[in-house]
């Protein structure tokens, strides 16, 4: 058994999974607080990772900095866009206000991936901090996979103080359970509604950041990231946000897995199989409660 591989494609899965994890977390916001099934989330994450590019390009910032300056742009972002989501909307019968959602968020993907490819020069880019990797005993070791790794770390571990230590972080995991009895105890829905989405933008524009520090980018592969996202969080059920990070990383590690088994292109096979089985063995997704 070659160990260096097993812990290569252990090291991979965990930095793909953690993009996977954030990706995962703002749809859950989405699908669990705002009740919107946003068909242009994975847009935003090619969003973030050209504003990384374009911070870089533009400004001659080290790319590591939009580690930072890009989830506080997008959370601000997230924070104006949540006056769409107008209160009188929810109030329409169930299914009538999520064709709405879903045909606005559909054009809006549309208009974002236009957008992107108009922009750029190239229909594939990717942005290069400089590192130079190390070898050590058949293994390759990335200094800027290791610092992605440890603010990967920070930010879950924050994320976790955040939801089960503050006012608002127990208010989003708790409207998801009981929208009526969240209602019913004080919580102020359409602030708490406005900050999910600032958080899920915020999420989806620092993937997008670690997308293209690791990988090439095209404008047009958003859709297909957003249908990998809503199947990551249907596993587990909308709003259980924890559960998601975590169905974030399994599909990482699974495609990490995949790639070695087969060639690149066929790595996604692996977690893809693996979540509509059970998608369709578990229909409600693996919930219980948080």
């Given at each position: ?9 252990a ?12 990706l ?5 916001l ?18 973030g ?31 104006g866009?949540?006056?769409?989501w ?34 750029l ?5 990717g942005l ?7 070898h ?12 992605l790794?440890?603010v990967?770390?920070a930010?879950?571990l ?12 127990r208010?989003?995991r708790?409207?998801?359970?009981d929208?009526?009895?969240a ?11 406005a ?7 915020a ?26 996202s ?5 596993v ?14 399994s ?14 292109q ?5 977690p893809?199989?693996t979540y509509l ?5 578990f ?7 948080q």
């Open positions: 058994m070659d160990y260096a591989l097993i812990i290569q494609i090291l991979g899965g965990i930095l793909l999974g953690g993009i996977y994890g954030l995962s977390l703002g749809m859950s989405n699908l669990g607080l705002l009740g919107v099934m946003n068909l242009a989330h994975g847009s935003f994450l090619i969003l990772a050209l504003t990384g590019y374009g911070l870089s390009a533009a400004f001659g910032l080290s790319p590591l900095w939009s580690i930072l300056l890009v989830p506080v742009l997008f959370g601000g972002l997230g924070r866009l949540g006056s769409l107008r209160p009188s909307w929810y109030k329409r019968e169930p299914a009538e206000a999520f064709v709405a959602f879903l045909l606005i968020t559909l054009g809006l993907a549309f208009v974002l991936e236009e957008a992107s490819a108009s922009i020069v190239h229909p594939l880019i290069s901090a400089g590192f130079l990797s190390w050590w005993k058949g293994l390759v070791f990335s200094p800027l996979a290791l610092i790794c440890s990967l770390f930010v879950f924050f994320l976790i103080f955040f939801l089960f230590r503050t006012d608002l972080g208010s989003l708790a409207v998801p359970q929208p009526e009895g209602l019913f105890i004080g919580i102020p829905m359409q602030s708490t509604r900050w999910a989405g600032s958080l899920s933008l999420a989806a524009g620092l993937a997008g950041v670690f997308w293209i520090l690791l990988f090439p980018v095209t404008p047009f592969m958003g859709l297909k990231i957003t249908i990998m809503i199947l990551m969080v249907m587990v059920g909308p709003g259980h946000i924890l559960r998601s990070i975590v169905a974030g990383f599909w990482g590690i699974l495609e990490s897995l995949g790639i070695a088994l087969w060639e690149a066929w790595g996604i096979l692996l893809v199989m089985s059970l998608v369709f063995i229909p409600e997704g693996l919930k219980r409660s």
